[in-house]
DNA sequence: CCCTGCGCTTTTTTT
DNA sequence: AAGCGCAGGG
């Protein structure tokens, strides 16, 4: 029973069984890596390590849930009672340190964590600032820019001294008052759990050794998605004790977008010249036609390192299909899964539909219900993503810290008040041109001048609820503060003021209720629980998973989720759908026009295709609603690559689609810039015959 | 101040 | 197709 060494093969067990060194995996997709991981861990409390004196980092928090979940199965009820190791995203590890450390930075304890939607709030009002017209740089552009500086450690300094041009200088000054902004609220966005962790442990060295001696072992899950504060955290965390073990696949690298650099993986062997290096190339997965197929279309890329996957023997050749539109291509996966599900050769949770984006999850989902199949939806509308949420949410935030902009403007006249844009516009107004919180000038007797009878007494009030509400906070345990308060700013007949459907008013209600549930169950669950925790853990780890985490995949439901969300998951059936150039590869992707772009798509599908153990089904669909516009498609290049016909016809269309695109763009905007119409142009593509499974 | 309706742009992927 | 800003009537 106790012999679950004997389940590994020798490559996994050297990784298992080697203890004190830095050690680097190279692991195919299908062979394991997590698995591994988890075992090493086992390994490593069996031998005597005090589980809190390991830390254990994965990609995302339902990784970690899994990967903790499994190492208490493994150790079996002896352990049952005893500490657990840490296991967490960068993210929540960040988080943690931040938590016990924010006075140092200057921070409150309960900061609070800002989601995309409120950076995009604070990059607007950081642009306003410096004056920057929309034209000249885009909020969403600023976001994206700190986001990179920040993931390589560069301040609002750094970033000033380094910046070539006219925009560049611009955005460095909007990104040091977006950090300001920040600051000034008591706000730290996704980023910032990385960077500023990293700047605590560069700023005090003391910090960093005690946090480093707290732990004796260090595992990082997909490390060639680690992107630079990650990897300088993990090499600060690991210097002294060198017990690193990193596990990743440089052909699964897709997040690059996000900062990740698949260099370090590379690099490993540099950092840690005694480092062993481990390669896990058996496959457990997916049959062998399936890898054939994933294996060639990998191999089309120029930059990785060769690796051959070997897999099961067995099994069909992967499929494609063809539909005429979007919707079509629904109809005809749910069908084909309705129908084998109907005649018992499948069960729903064996079938995983991925797309490229989550727009086209939609006429799945329609499909889905209309044949009765069960589904689970991953991704799409997050739970904190929906107004309710976002709304109480934003109350909760401004009780807790009144000075916190974008919530208070958020909630000012939600439900609507009395106090208008006008009123709200003064209000900006003051606030920038003191340099202070919203707050601060509603507290502030001279404002009084500045508006009408209806308006201040509005604002009074307004001020009022949430002093009021400050006044219990301490008082009252979270759940039923929240109660009290969806009942006092009758927040229900705000719901049926936004909607009319019923159904709709019923579901959004639920989600008010549910919202006040999972704070109830977090207040029950965490021993140390305070109100800017459960805030923090809501923007960091989507929520919506209050019920059941880990049993949600074993219930029987077909999965839709997108390619980057399936990442670690595996299924018995996979339907990769979408396969059609500016799809996957994605038309953005295309833009760039570099090898690099391109070979990430191209990585992408490769995970997608490697998802799967049985079955394989690839559809594409020949036009697409593209802006309420039936547009023509072209077959994605990537079905020529992994059928091994990059000599057919269709290929070559494939990618000169491109650069026809491509030409038509720079066409397009040279004729907007000269301001005149130009006539519509029907590029007749042609398409290739329908092709059916190879053998 | 609140609501409605019109026309405009805009669509990757996520912690 | 959907969200946002703006204009105009209640």
Redesign the pocket.
């Known amino acids: 029973m106790r012999r679950w060494q004997d389940q590994l093969n020798p490559a996994q067990r050297e990784v298992v069984e080697t203890l004190s060194k830095p050690i680097l995996v190279l692991a195919g997709a299908g062979t394991g890596k997590t698995r591994v991981i988890t075992y090493r861990i086992a390994r490593l409390i069996s031998a005597g390590v005090s589980p809190e004196r390991i830390l254990a980092v994965t ?4 990784a970690a849930a899994e990967m903790a979940k499994r190492v208490a199965e493994l150790l079996g009820s002896a352990h049952r009672r005893c500490p657990r190791p840490e296991v967490s ?4 590890y960040g988080l943690r340190v931040l938590r016990r450390h924010s006075a140092r930075l200057g921070y409150p304890p309960q900061f609070s964590i800002y ?2 939607a409120d950076q995009l709030e604070v990059a607007r009002a950081a642009l306003r600032e410096v004056k920057a017209t929309e034209a000249a740089l ?1 909020p ?1 552009e600023l976001i994206g820019w700190v ?1 990179r500086w920040k993931s390589r450690g560069m301040d609002p300094q750094a970033t000033a001294d380094s910046a070539q041009t006219d925009k560049e200088s611009l955005a460095a000054a909007a990104y040091r008052r977006y950090q300001q902004l920040l600051r000034l609220r008591g706000a730290v966005d ?2 910032d ?1 990385l960077f500023l962790v990293e700047k605590l442990f560069s700023l005090h060295s003391e910090l960093r050794e005690e946090e480093a001696a707290r732990f004796e072992h260090l595992l990082i899950d997909e490390y060639q998605d680690t992107n630079r504060s990650q990897y300088t955290i993990a090499r600060m965390l690991a210097e002294k004790h060198r017990n690193l073990c990193v596990v990743g696949d440089d052909d699964q690298s ?2 690059s ?2 900062g990740a650099e698949p260099e370090h993986i590379l690099r490993f062997h540099r950092d840690w010249p005694d480092a062993k290096i481990v390669r896990l190339e058996n496959n457990y997965r997916s049959r062998q036609p399936i890898l054939d197929w994933a294996n060639r279309l990998v191999a089309t890329n120029r930059h990785r390192y060769p690796k051959q996957l070997r897999g099961h023997d067995g099994g069909v050749s992967p499929r494609i299909l063809q539909a005429h539109d979007e919707d079509h291509e629904a109809e005809l996966v749910v069908k084909e899964i309705a129908a084998r599900v109907r005649q018992q050769k499948i069960r729903p949770r064996d079938v995983a539909i991925l797309v ?5 999850m ?1 006429p799945f989902e329609l499909h889905l219900r209309r044949q009765k199949l069960p589904y689970w939806l ?2 799409g509308q ?1 739970f904190y993503d929906r107004k309710e949420i976002r709304d109480l949410a934003a109350y909760l935030k401004v009780i807790l810290n009144p000075r916190n902009d974008v919530a208070l403007l958020r909630i000012l ?1 939600t439900p ?9 516009e003064r209000l900006l107004h003051q606030a920038v041109q003191r340099l202070c919180p919203v707050w601060e000038v509603l507290e502030d007797g001279a404002a009084e001048k500045l508006f ?1 009878q ?2 201040l007494e ?1 604002l009074t009030q307004f001020r009022q609820l949430i002093l009021g509400f400050q006044h219990d906070l301490p008082r009252r345990r979270l759940d039923d503060l929240l109660r009290r308060l969806v009942d006092e700013i009758q927040y229900r007949r705000e719901v049926e ?1 936004c909607y009319t459907s019923a159904e709709e008013r019923e579901r959004r209600w639920q989600t008010v209720q549910e919202f006040v549930e999972s704070a109830g169950s977090y207040c029950r669950n965490i021993p140390e629980a305070t109100p800017a925790g459960f805030l923090q853990e809501l923007t ?3 929520y919506d998973d209050d019920s059941d985490p880990q049993s949600r995949l074993d219930q029987e439901a077909v999965v839709l ?5 399936a990442k670690g998951l595996e299924f018995p059936i996979v339907y990769l759908v979408g396969l059609e150039e500016g799809l996957l590869p ?4 295309l833009e ?1 026009q570099t090898d690099q ?1 391109i070979e ?2 191209r990585r ?1 599908c490769y995970v997608g295709m490697t998802r799967a153990q049985e079955q394989l089904i690839l559809s594409f669909a020949v036009a697409r ?4 516009k039936l547009v023509e498609t072209i077959p994605s290049r990537f079905l020529y690559e992994a059928a091994g016909k990059t000599d057919h016809p269709g290929y070559q269309e494939a990618i000169c689609g491109i650069s026809r695109r491509a030409a038509q763009l720079a066409r397009s905007k040279a004729a907007r810039r000269r301001k005149t119409r130009s006539s519509a142009k029907k590029a007749s593509a042609k398409h290739p015959k329908r092709r059916r499974s190879q053998p």
Do not use: C
Not at 356 to 360: F, I, K, L
Not at 586 to 589: C, L, N
Not at 625 to 628: A, L, T
């Open positions: 990609f995302t928090n339902k995203t960068f993210h929540a989601d995309r885009r969403e986001s996704f980023d759990l897709i997040y977008w996000r490229r984006t989550n727009d086209q939609r991953v991704g997050s006249n609507p008040r009395g106090i208008g844009p006008q009123t709200v009408g209806g308006a509005a003021r960091l780890t989507s989720m997108t390619l980057h969300a994605h038309r953005k992707a760039l772009a990430e798509e992408l609603h593209k802006r309420g």
